[in-house]
């Protein structure tokens, strides 16, 4: 089992900056990748970035240039750095993780941190 915890969301202004974090907790945790998905308000969640564990990144279009994820692997922490935040931002951000426990992968989530950019 891999528990995630998400912390770092909040109100923000337009244009400015927020960063994410997730912890990932367990036992022999073998986690590959880590990222971000975001729901806003009666849409679905969407992708926005992910990193394995080699440091290979990919975001999605809306994130390109303004968001950088990184990941401290002997914390097993995975951050999301959020610049010239619009309000097309606001959505409740799920941090997840892919473990290959026992040889399967399993994806695991957290509970979400909301962020809310005013305009």
């Known amino acids: 089992q891999v528990q995630l915890v998400e912390s770092g969301g909040g109100l923000v202004q337009a244009g400015g900056s927020l960063r994410l974090s997730c912890v990932a907790s367990?036992?022999?945790?073998?986690?590959?990748?880590m990222g971000w998905y975001r729901q806003a308000p009666g849409k679905q969640r969407d992708f926005v970035a992910q990193i394995f564990s080699g440091g290979t990144s990919n975001y999605a279009d809306s994130a390109k240039g303004r968001f950088t994820i990184s990941r401290d692997n002997a914390k097993n922490t995975v951050y999301l750095q959020m610049n010239y935040l619009k309000p097309e931002d606001t959505a409740d951000y799920y941090c997840y993780a892919r473990d290959w426990g026992q040889g399967l992968a399993r994806a695991y989530w957290g509970q979400g941190t909301q962020v809310t950019v005013s305009s």
């Open positions: 367990g036992s022999s945790l073998s986690i590959d990748a």
